[in-house]
């Protein structure tokens, strides 16, 4: 599949499902402890490095940004999906928000001072993540955080019908901790931890975090 079809089935998708899915998501961090000692441990990282704008890839309906804010980080939400976008600055005014994709994003190089893909890359393919990585190392200033959190396992599957039964056409990757670890190695990245959350879970969640 090229860019341009992922891309576009994705933005179409997100598009449909905007407002059923910031519905879903509402207030869902309150129910994740470890989720929040992630964000937690991220905004702390950047602090120690120097602060400055950190971007949030993939932001859909902003929550996590603003949850970022709420912990001091001077944080914004990029996101391939106007229809996202609208809903995040909606719910979030004041919150910075733009309509970008994570393949070419619209900043500069070394630009920002943390990092965070919240499970954003999950309708990546394999192929198109290192270039992806190059990206994400690209608008990072050195020795700054990233933060990834995605699905863990392996294998993938199409999803058809999304959040309020409304239909999408996106492709759901799984990857393991080492499989991300490896290929972040392989983008100049430096793994300094990973977790993964409910392992008993029919899908469990990872964060890995690097600079």
Do not use: N
């Not at 499902?17 to 992630?38: F, I, K, N, T, W």
């Not at 290192?130 to 190392?137: E, G, H, N, S």
């Not at 863990?152 to 039964?165: F, N, Q």
């Amino acid at each position: 599949m090229s860019a341009e079809t992922w891309l576009a089935d994705t933005r179409t998708s997100y598009d449909t499902v905007a407002v059923s899915y910031a519905d879903r998501l509402r207030g869902s961090l309150e129910a994740h402890p470890h989720m929040r000692a992630a964000l937690g441990t991220f905004a702390e990282s950047v602090r120690s490095t120097g602060g400055g704008p950190v971007v949030d890839m993939g932001c859909g309906p902003g929550h996590v940004t603003a949850h970022l804010r709420g912990l001091g980080v001077d944080a914004f939400g990029i996101d391939l999906s106007p229809g996202m976008v609208d809903v995040a600055r909606r719910e979030h005014p004041g919150v910075r928000f733009e309509v970008g994709s994570m393949t070419e994003p619209d900043l500069a190089d070394a630009s920002v001072g943390g990092l965070l893909a919240w499970w954003s890359l999950v309708h990546v393919p394999d192929d198109a993540i290192p270039a992806v990585f190059a990206q994400f190392r690209r608008v990072l200033r050195p020795r700054c955080p990233l933060l990834l959190g995605f699905h863990h396992g392996s294998g993938s599957r199409w999803k058809t019908e999304g959040y309020g039964g409304h239909p999408m056409k996106v492709r759901v990757h799984r990857r393991t901790t080492d499989q991300v670890a490896d290929l972040l190695c392989d983008a100049g990245f430096e793994v300094e931890a990973h977790l993964v959350l409910g392992p008993r879970d029919p899908v469990p969640a990872a964060v890995v975090f690097a600079r």
